[in-house]
């Protein structure tokens, strides 16, 4: 106890204060006694990727329980959305939704009308029926092809997310024409946001998620940084130069680049960023990255950003938004836009 603590006490006393106020000053005028915190680290496969959690907390099995029940949730999620499950939901409604009105969950339905609005917003630079053009291109398989003008043409006809419509009243999804979606360009952000959900409610107040770390939320701030949870971006040019850092506290960043998918052909490169306005691969951009205060908005919008470049993106973007984009010039190359 500190003398000062103590000197109180001892005045109150004397002034005839009953004993339990005199307990009641005694642990005010007390320090409160610093706690040690756990860090738990902890990464699992779900959804096509790697998620990696890291958080801190006082109690070490809690903060384990919150950690695995964010896991479940990454394995449920991918259970609704992937495409690559017949069992599905995502991939039911791209099998029966050409042919009639689909009732699917309300989860999938909202997720579905963000996809929408994502792809009004951005005039078709966004676009979930993107992937006849991928696998068209060979990036679903990874060995890379340049189609010929003829097959980009008739793989244009099968997409386009004009065909999708959404009935709010019955919940149902129909397609106008065959497409199919893919889950690709909002999936990681959508889990690593419902991750963070669940472990804010569970009580854990400091956590960072990645998922394979082109999508991050960072959860309150760790223990030794009040700015945030530190992130780096490297030089799309020189990988071990940092181009751009960050600081995230309760805010998300998500990350788009050439180096992620890619081949060469004719000395060319081609990236996986499709403009699916056009049928080809994105060029001129090295990488886009956005924060947002939902991963489900930053993964989103690194497309739109990539493809439609940076006046574009400064015109257009939202005020919470930042944005740092690297383009494929020799100077000035690397832009923020706050």
């Known amino acids: 106890m500190h003398l000062s603590a103590l000197q109180r006490v001892v005045r109150l006393a004397r002034a005839g204060l009953p004993a339990c106020a005199l307990a009641a000053s005694l642990l005010a005028a007390v320090p409160p006694r610093e706690t040690s915190l756990v860090r738990l680290e902890r990464s699992f496969d779900a959804m096509g990727t790697t998620y990696t959690v890291v958080a801190y907390g006082e109690d070490r099995f809690a903060v384990d329980a919150a950690i695995e029940e964010a896991y479940e949730e990454a394995v449920r999620l991918d259970r609704m959305l992937s495409n690559y499950r017949a069992d599905s939901e995502w991939s039911r409604v791209n099998r029966e939704a050409a042919r009639r009105p689909v009732e699917v969950s309300e989860e999938l339905f909202l997720l579905l009308e963000k996809c929408v609005e994502y792809s009004r917003a951005s005039e078709g630079a966004f676009d979930i029926t993107v992937g006849p053009l991928m696998k068209l291109w060979g990036f679903y398989k990874g060995s890379g092809r340049v189609p010929h003008r003829a097959e980009i043409r008739a793989a244009l006809g099968r997409i386009g997310w004009r065909h999708i419509r959404l009935d709010r009243q019955a919940r149902t999804v129909r397609f106008t024409a ?31 998620i990645s998922a394979g ?22 030089d799309p040019r020189q990988p071990s130069r940092t181009a751009a850092e960050f600081y995230l506290k309760d805010h998300s960043m998500s990350t788009s680049g050439t180096s992620e998918r890619f081949f060469v052909a004719g000395g060319r490169t081609y990236s996986h960023i499709m403009d699916p306005r056009t049928g080809y691969p994105v060029q001129g951009m090295l990488s886009v990255s956005v924060l947002a205060p939902k991963t489900l908005d930053s993964e989103a919008w690194t497309k739109p950003y990539f493809v439609l470049g940076r006046e574009w993106a400064a015109r257009h973007k939202p005020k919470e938004f930042q944005v740092f984009l690297c383009e494929d010039r020799s100077e000035n190359a690397c832009v923020y836009l706050p």
Do not use: F, H, N
């Open 178 to 208: 065959p497409v199919e979606m893919d889950p690709g360009g909002i999936g990681k952000g959508y889990a690593v946001d419902r991750m963070a959900d669940i472990l804010r409610q569970r009580g854990v107040r400091s956590a960072l």
């Open 213 to 234: 770390r082109s999508s991050i939320y960072g959860l309150g701030a760790p223990p030794s940084e009040p700015r945030g949870w530190k992130v780096t971006l490297p």
